[in-house]
């Protein structure tokens, strides 16, 4: 399912998610332009989540490099499909989201979110030496609290049928609980192994939704009700 926009937002382009969108792709298109030199940038900046579990016998210094990571990484993606689709979906739900939260709190959610996700990442293979980059564990973050914060909004969607893609609309409760519900399926489905062999972090992907359940509406103020009409005689 591609979503297309949301019934939630009053307004698309909203401060932080703005500027979310603009530094993810200014980072991909620095990669772009480095081509086959990207690679030191990749691995400086990626999370490894073995890395991150032996930090008890790293220097401090070296240790404070590697927690970056859970930060860092999310700004890197592994090709054009990577960042459209996760950008795609900050672009949808993010707004909406900001809108309740704030600029200063819906960027600290936002990295807090991302920082989760790479922990889901790291218990689920604590051993694993391949990078974990990408923006989705965040973005997941915002999906979750986007499921709490709005179940009853309206995701018009663009759904892939062979040969006719119908556009509809879906409850915004059910489209992510069904996303949610195929995250959590295929990280079952790939097994312990899974972590430590690269492709999707469904993990990733699982923890960071469940973080913005959690969080979001600790995080939400309340919705602006509508003044009432006065109708004079």
């Known amino acids: 399912m591609i979503p297309l926009r949301d019934s939630e937002a009053t ?9 979310l969108i603009v ?41 404070l490099a590697t927690l970056a990571t859970l930060i860092t990484a999310t700004f890197l993606h592994a090709g054009f499909f990577h960042i459209a689709g996760n950008l795609l979906y900050l672009f ?20 807090s979110a991302a920082v989760a996700a790479g922990l889901a990442m790291i218990a689920m293979g604590p051993n694993s030496i391949v990078p974990v980059i990408g923006a989705s564990g965040a973005i997941a973050g915002v999906l979750g609290a986007y499921f709490v914060l709005y179940p009853r909004g309206r995701i018009t969607t663009i759904l892939p049928l062979l040969i006719i893609w119908p556009m509809i609309d879906i409850s915004a409760y ?55 009409r006065i109708r004079r005689a």
């Open 174 to 228: 059910f489209y992510l609980l069904f996303w949610f519900g195929a995250q959590l399926y295929a990280g079952i489905m790939a097994g312990a192994q899974g972590p430590l062999l690269g492709g999707v972090a469904w993990w990733a992907h699982v923890g960071g939704f469940l973080f913005g359940v959690a969080l979001g509406p600790m995080l939400a103020r309340a919705r602006a009700v509508p003044a009432r």
């Open 11 to 19: 307004r698309r382009l909203t401060l932080a998610n703005t500027i």
């Open 92 to 111: 949808i739900f993010g707004p909406a989201v900001e809108e309740r939260f704030g600029a200063p709190r819906y960027l600290f959610f936002y990295f």
């Open 23 to 63: 530094a993810n792709i200014a980072v991909f298109a620095l990669e772009v332009k480095l081509g086959r030199h990207a690679g030191p940038i990749l691995a400086r900046y990626a999370m490894v989540p073995a890395q991150v579990t032996r930090l008890r016998f790293a220097a401090p210094q070296h240790a």
